[in-house]
C-alpha cells in the first residue's frame, strides 16, 4: 500500500508563504529520492525540486532562490517551503517518490494526489 498524501495548499497573497508536506508510507522512504511537481490549468507538468535520498537537491530555475525541499526520514516526509509567491506559482503541487527497481530495472514512481496551492495579486 504505497501512498503519498499531500497536504499545506491553499490561498496565499503574493509575496507570501506556503510549506507543503508530503507524507509517505508503503515505501522505504530513505532509499527514494522525493520531487515536487506542479501542473497549472493547461500547461504540463513541470519538475518544481527534487532532493534525492543523499540529500541532494535540484530546483527549477523558476523557483531557485525561493524554494526549499528537504526530507526528514524519520517522519517519512518530504516538504517544500514556498517563500515569495508569485502568482505564477500558481498550480496544483503533486509529491513524487522515485525508487529504482533492480528487479524490473525500471525506475518506479509513485504520486500524490496534489494540492493547490493559489497565489493571488
Known amino acids: 500500500q504505497v501512498q503519498l498524501v499531500e497536504s499545506g495548499g491553499g490561498l496565499v497573497q503574493a509575496g507570501g508563504s506556503l510549506r507543503l508536506s508530503c507524507a509517505a508510507s508503503?515505501?522505504?522512504?530513505?532509499?527514494?529520492?522525493m520531487g515536487w511537481f506542479r501542473q497549472a490549468p493547461g500547461k504540463q507538468r513541470e519538475l518544481v525540486a527534487r532532493?534525492?535520498?543523499?540529500?541532494?537537491?535540484n530546483y527549477a530555475d523558476s523557483v531557485k532562490g525561493r524554494f526549499t525541499i528537504s526530507r526528514d526520514n524519520a517522519k517519512n516526509t518530504a516538504y517544500l517551503q514556498m517563500n515569495l509567491l508569485k502568482p505564477e506559482d500558481t498550480a496544483v503541487y503533486y509529491c513524487?517518490?522515485?525508487?529504482?527497481?533492480?528487479?524490473?530495472?525500471?525506475?518506479?514512481?509513485?504520486w500524490g494526489q496534489g494540492t493547490q496551492v493559489t497565489v493571488s495579486s
Open positions: 532532493i534525492a535520498s543523499s540529500s541532494s537537491t
Open positions: 508503503g515505501i522505504i522512504f530513505s532509499s527514494a529520492s
Open positions: 513524487n517518490a522515485a525508487i529504482w527497481s533492480n528487479i524490473r530495472m525500471t525506475l518506479v514512481n509513485y
